[in-house]
Structures are given as structure tokens and as C-alpha cells.
């Protein structure tokens, strides 16, 4: 099943249990636009390659559309298109006034240098430029596109324009026009709304052990969060495999290792090398090994499709905390609920990128910028207020937070479509 089948099928889910009228689901199940671009590139060597790229604009009833795009040589439309979905829905979720678009180009980014990787991002640019806008679709970052490509994108829109237009992107950096704290904010908002859950059931940090898919920008900013909450990090891993710690894991030791050695999965294995954790080991695990280990939360920050039919019944721990987009698939949804594993979807769960990236587009409309405090206080009102939005969804409709986070998302955008007499 494709990744937009998935996702429509969690759409048919959500819309039959609060019955959706049928005309506002079939808007949704496809996308108002999609755009295809080839973009030649002159490369360092002198030879010219075309790249193919996408921007899938899902829908806008709810504003502006918004999301990233992403570098990376397994770039379909059917994903893009997912992922644009989900973007619709997620901001939706947290009731800010943006609706869902994705885009992403078909390469290897790291095969290309970096001055070939900014005439790719320039020239993506030049061939969107018609369709997107500070109220028109708002691209950002997404898997190996990074703050630096968002500047260029920003100078590049900015000299089509022949005028400033920095709100055309978020997550720039800082000089730029970018937002404190958008950096932490997916692994940020995904932890108020985790304390949200710990709190409601009594659980406490200091006796409940975590388990960490993925120690990249996520999942090793959650990793830090979580272990000053009082929380006991005892495995995580990356691309390379992954460790498991009894004694518990310091995240900063370990990024430090990380940094030096490449992978986590070096890091820990003789005694003290991780600092703050003397005279404790680590024991060496596969991806696979450590989705199955006994823990109380298992985060899922690496990538799609990595709970699925053939694991859900190993897995271990009493609540998943998708950090990553689509982790968990429908078939593993049902297997977990009926096992009794909560989990809290991505569509909430990493909703805290987007709401500070929303952030930002109003700082830059305001020429006005805030501190980093202020970020995440408005991040933590936000994203409680969708916890609780989300909660009373699922009791009143008994039903899985992920139906329920759609149910909310769903009931908002019909109410727009009407509204604003869309149909
Ligand atoms: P990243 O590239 O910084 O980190 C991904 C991590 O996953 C890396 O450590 C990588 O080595 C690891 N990984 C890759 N394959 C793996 C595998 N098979 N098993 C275990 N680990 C593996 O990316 P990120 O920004 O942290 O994003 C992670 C996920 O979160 C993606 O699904 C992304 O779409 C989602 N997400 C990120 C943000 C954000 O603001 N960063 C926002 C919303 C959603």
C-alpha cells in the first residue's frame, strides 16, 4: 500500500466514525494541485543534469498552504502527496490558519557539492515561484533540506519579486529572518504533549524508561528533554543500528560520541564513555532488536513504515510517541490498540515544527521577533490546547487518538469549506 493510500485510508477511518459528509472527504482525497518541474543543473564538472522535482498543494480551505520539501533519491508524488495530506491535517489539528502542501526533488544531496546544491534549490525556486507566496504556500524545511537552502530560497524568491519577501519560507536562520526555537520545536511540542498523557495517567518520569528510534535532529532534541524532565533514556539508534542502556542513557555524552565516532552505535559500549554514566555499558542492538525492547515509551523519530503488521505484536511498551511522519501503519494501528498500546500520532505528536514555523511567518509579517521564551510558551498553549481538544474526541467517540486527531482536524476543515462556501 502506498503512503497516500494509508493516509487515505486513515481520512475513510475518521470521516465514517463522525460521519463526515461525503462530498467534504472526496475534496479531500485529492490534492487542489500538483506541480511537476525539471530543473537543469550545471554541475562542477561542466555537464548539465536535469533533476525532477515536486510541490503538492493539498489544500488551502484553512489558509495559506505550508510544509517542507526535501532532498533525498527516493522521492516519489505519491509520497509527496501523502505527506501534503498529512500537512493539511496536522494544522488543522493544532487550529493554526494554514492549510497542507509538500514538496521534494529526486536526489542524492549528498553526491552534490554545495554550490551545485544551491543552484538545484535557486532553480527550484525560479520554476515554483508562480504558485507559491508568503500567502500563497509557504515552503520550509524537510528531510536534508536545512536552514542555510531556506535563506537561498528566501534571496532567490526575493530577487524574482525585486523586493523583499522573506515570509515566501520559514525555518531560515536567525540573521535571515527565522524564529528562535524552531529548531526544538517538533521534539519541543511532541514533549508537552507526552507530559500531558504521563501526567493524566499518574505516570513518573524518573521510573519510566524510553526508548529513542532515530538520534538525529528529533529524536536527539527529545532525547535531551525528556532526560531533564527526570525521564530515563535507556536505548536509541540511527541508520547504523542502535544500543541499549539499563543504566540509562546522558544524551549529551552520547551526541558528543555521536559527533566523534559517526554513529550511536559505537558509543557506550566501553565502560565511561558516555559521560555521566560510570561504570555502565551498553549492549549493541539491531533496528529491529530495539523497537522490541522492554521499555514504557518507544518514540519513533527516523522514518515511515517502521511499525507495521509484522512487529506490532513484539512491541514492548506501553505508548508510542510518533515524532517521525507515518511510523506506524494502519494495519499496526489496529494490532497496538488492541494490545493496548497508546499512540500518540504524528499528526499531534510533531505538530510543533509547523506551529513555530506558523510563528515565524507572523514575525516576519510584523518585522517583529520574539524571544525564545515567548516561543515556547505559546508553543506549550498550543499544543496542550490540541492534547486536550484530541482527548475529548477519543472519549467521546471512544475511539484511538489518531482517529481522533483526524476527527478534530476534519470537523475544522469542513467548517471552513462551508464557511467560506468552497463548494
Ligand atoms: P534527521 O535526518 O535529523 O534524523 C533522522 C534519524 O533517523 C537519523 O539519526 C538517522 O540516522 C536515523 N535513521 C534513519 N534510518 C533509520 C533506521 N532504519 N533505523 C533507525 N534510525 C534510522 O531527521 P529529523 O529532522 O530528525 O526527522 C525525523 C523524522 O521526523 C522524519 O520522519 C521527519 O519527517 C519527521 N519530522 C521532523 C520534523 C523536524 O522539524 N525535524 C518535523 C516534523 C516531522
Redesign the pocket.
Known sequence: MSLFENTLKQIEKAAKIMSLEPEIKSILEVPQREIEVSLPVRMDDGSLKIFKGFRVQHNNACGPYKG?FRYHQQVDKEEVKA?SAWMTIKCSVVGIPLGGAKGGVIVDPKLLSEGELEKLTRKYVQLTAANIGPAIDVPA????TNPKMMDWFADEYSKIQGKDMKGVVTGKTLAAGGSKGRGE??AQGGCYVLHEYATSIGMEPSKTRVVI????????IAAKLLAADGYEIVGT????G?IVCTHGIDPAGLLACKVEKG?VVDCGVHVSELKGMDGSTCKKVT?EE?LETECDILVL????N?VTAENADKIKAKMILE?????VTPEADEILAKKGVVVVP?ILA?A???TVSYFEMLQNADNKYWEEDDVKAKLKDIMVKAWQEVKANADKYKCILREAAFITALARIAAKIKEKKLI
Open positions: 517542507g505527506l524545511p524537510d528531510v536534508n520545536a517538533t528510534q532515530g538520534f538525529g535532529n528529533a529524536g536527539a539508534s540511527d541508520s547504523k542502535g554513529s533496528n530495539l523519530a527516523a522514518l515511515e517502521q515524532l517521525a511522519n507515518g511510523p504524528d510533531n510543533g515544527g509547523v
